[in-house]
């Protein structure tokens, strides 16, 4: 079992930043692929981005590439979520996602955090 905590999430103005944390209890995060999902509100929840388990490659989403950035520390068993150019429309409950293989599809991960809002005001 592996247990992700969200944090970092709140309230920022459009163009601004916000840096949001996933740390990991249970299992070393290491041993998985990690991503960022997002869900506004009425809408499904989508991927926002992914890292690899080792050599750190990342992928991203159209909407958010050139302006988030994905990162992990394995050693804090933590992930981040550099989010700058915030604009209204990344407002979300984010959530993180591990996984044994790099997906873009909710349905093929494992575990996830509660999530964390992020609100973007313009």
């Known amino acids: 079992q592996v247990q992700l905590v969200e944090s970092g999430g709140g309230l920022v103005q459009a163009g601004g930043s916000l840096r949001l944390s996933c740390t990991a209890s249970?299992?070393?995060?290491?041993?998985?692929?990690m991503s960022w999902f997002r869900q506004a509100p009425g809408k499904e929840r989508e991927f926002v981005g992914g890292?690899?388990?080792?050599?750190?490659?990342?992928y991203y989403a159209d909407s958010v590439k050139g302006r988030f950035t994905i990162s992990r520390d394995n050693a804090k068993n933590t992930v981040y979520l550099q989010m700058n150019s915030l604009k209204p429309d990344d407002t979300a409950v984010y959530y993180c996602?591990?996984?044994?293989?790099?997906?873009?599809?909710?349905?093929?991960?494992?575990?996830w955090g509660q999530g964390t809002q992020v609100t973007v005001s313009s």
């Open positions: 996602a591990a996984n044994r293989v790099l997906s873009t599809s909710q349905s093929h991960y494992d575990y």
């Open positions: 890292i690899s388990k080792s050599l750190g490659s990342t």
């Open positions: 249970g299992r070393t995060l290491s041993n998985y692929y």
